[in-house]
């Protein structure tokens, strides 16, 4: 599909994986289980398995979001990419959506082009291949678009690149109405305080951050700590340092253990950062793992962020 799938597929090889059948066969008259004051929506990477082997349909997605009792979701798109330029079919999904009672977030943007290219011709056309995502996600009724701060050189040349670039979406997007957000997806972007200073130095109200639970690495491209990474920034310290300027989060998971905790994440600690911080959009789930189906893991994640929050409150 894109480089960031092949990859995580290539290191899922071999994984136990149980795929998501009849997920669709009937619409859950379940009301959405409520807990005060934590926001939950799902990333459609939670199940990119199934939707790259055409076990699900894209189109579908706020659908499938309401059999988890979810009713805000994030889109990923690279499942959505013969779609880009098609407004029909943008307002069709928003019509979906809105069939089903579902708010749309969000886009993930990913392989349109590196914003923190040092290259400045290079650099704008990466940036004008992110405009017609800003497109589809202001007719999606979207608040954010996330983008990635990649690029090749030292430290200060690409975030030097970067901010140039967030100063152009910033500005396209502001009269759409959209935010325009930094994931911390390995390399210089899974340095908290590089990203918090690209976010000051763009002085666009609409620039802000969407902290990752998980993706840490400093020596990787797409950052995640699920597997081995020679150089990982401190998780807490990193949530810490986009908390400030966040305008959602991802709670990455990978695995859980028998009492239902992430095997390699603080839930508990990262969930009171949030909460100290503020913050009061969406926390959005993203399961990643490969040894449980996605289903279970979004599941899994979802109580897990429940009970975190509970014992946080004391509600």
Not at 1 to 23: C, D, E, W
Request: proline share 3%.
């Amino acid at each position: 599909m894109q480089s960031r799938r092949h990859f995580v597929k290539t290191l899922a090889a071999g994984a136990l994986y149980v795929p998501a059948i009849n997920l669709l066969a009937c619409k859950s008259e379940k009301k959405d289980e409520i807990t005060p004051g934590l926001n939950i929506s799902l990333a459609q990477w939670s199940l990119h398995r199934a939707f790259e082997k055409g076990e699900l349909n894209p189109i579908h997605f706020p659908a499938i979001a309401r059999q988890y009792e979810i009713s805000a979701i994030e889109y990923v798109n690279g499942f959505y990419r013969d779609k880009a330029t098609d407004e029909k079919f943008w307002n069709e999904l928003k019509q979906t959506a809105a069939n089903e009672g579902v708010q749309n977030l969000l886009i993930m943007i990913d392989e349109e082009g590196d914003l923190g290219n040092v290259n400045a011709v290079a650099r704008t056309t990466a940036v004008e291949n992110h405009y017609k995502w800003l497109n589809a996600a202001h007719l999606l009724g979207c608040h954010s678009v996330r983008v990635n701060a990649f690029g090749e050189g030292s430290s200060e040349e690409v975030q030097k690149a970067m901010i140039d670039s967030m100063q152009k979406l910033g500005e396209y997007a502001a009269p759409l109405n959209l935010n325009v957000l930094i994931e911390n997806h390995g390399l210089y972007s899974s340095n908290g305080k590089w990203v918090a200073e690209v976010i000051k130095q763009s002085g666009k109200e609409n620039c802000g951050t969407l902290p990752d639970f998980g993706n840490w690495c400093l020596s990787a491209k797409w950052g995640t700590t699920q597997i081995e990474c020679s150089e990982v920034y401190d998780r807490y310290q990193g949530v810490a340092d986009l908390l400030p300027y966040a305008k959602g989060v991802s709670a990455k998971s990978y695995a859980f253990d028998a009492d239902g905790n992430e095997t390699r994440i603080d839930y508990l600690r990262l969930i009171k950062l949030v909460k100290d911080s503020g913050f009061t959009g969406y926390v959005g789930i993203e399961f990643e793992g490969f040894d449980m189906a996605e289903p279970d893991g979004i599941r899994a994640t979802k109580k897990l962020l429940e009970q975190s929050w509970k014992k946080i409150t004391g509600e």
